[in-house]
């Protein structure tokens, strides 16, 4: 588990360590944190109010100098249902519906991060990805170990490329995070049919209450990156069970 204090310390050199190309946003109050539908623990209190995102700088034009960036808000409007002045409600239900999970991150190829939350204990688990199709990842075990990523491969991109080139900074810490961190174990789902007669009771109790044509994937025997393609005809909504262990998939029409 990253211990926090040494990962908020890390966080605040990036700016320097970079030249500026990483920018930190100001810290989120109490108040704010208490408003979200989410409950969020002690721990990433002191993240966030440390800490309320960062902007990436990974590209400059050599034309008229307009950059963009890799944008991570901890307290993304994604969350509420709107982004940008589009609903984006889908992609809450997606995830499993307000409350079992709070977006981080959107990239520009359509990826959603998110952190699995237990609507009973109140516990933030796995950051998982996914795009719009019935594929997932379940990149890291918790967001602190997500963000010590992020900040290696900045430190990193930095010890390969500099920062007097912002692109060739951007190439080198893109070509890093955009991918895993290890090679992602596939993970077969298996049906809630099949899943209420196994040996093991956490399957057991996962699909208890699922539709029969339900799918379940058990993540606990791999301890990196997992990948899960349910493989549905329509799309899903996910949900996490036994702090985001088994990840279970029901068949939905988006409506």
Avoid: K
Wanted: overall charge negative.
């Amino acid at each position: 588990m990253t211990d926090i204090d040494a990962l908020v310390a890390r966080l605040r050199q990036l700016p320097d360590v970079s030249g500026g190309l990483v920018e930190l946003e100001p810290g989120i109050d109490d108040a704010r944190m208490d408003s979200w539908p989410v409950p969020v623990p002690a721990e990433i209190r002191v993240l966030f109010r440390s800490v309320g995102g960062l902007r990436i700088t990974v590209r400059r034009s050599v034309v008229n100098g307009h950059t963009s960036a890799e944008q991570l808000d901890f307290s993304e409007s994604f969350n509420n249902g709107e982004y940008l002045g589009h609903d984006v409600s889908w992609y809450l239900e997606h995830a499993g519906g307000p409350g079992s999970h709070w977006f981080v991150h959107l990239d520009h190829g359509d990826g959603h991060f998110y952190v699995d939350v237990d609507r009973e204990t109140g516990t933030w688990g796995p950051v998982f990805q996914f795009w719009d199709a019935t594929d997932t990842r379940r990149l890291a075990l918790s967001l602190p170990d997500w963000l010590q990523r992020l900040v290696d491969c900045v430190y990193q991109a930095v010890a390969e490329a500099g920062t007097e080139d912002t692109n060739a900074f951007g190439m080198a810490f893109t070509d890093r995070w955009f991918e895993p961190a290890e090679d992602p174990v596939p993970v077969a789902p298996v049906r809630a049919t099949d899943a209420r007669s196994s040996d093991d009771p956490a399957l057991r109790e996962a699909a208890a209450g699922l539709p029969d044509d339900a799918f379940l994937a058990d993540l606990r025997p791999v301890t990196g990156v997992a990948e899960v393609l349910f493989n549905l005809p329509v799309s899903c909504r996910y949900a996490r069970r036994h702090d985001g262990a088994i990840l279970t998939a029901v068949q939905w029409d988006g409506e």
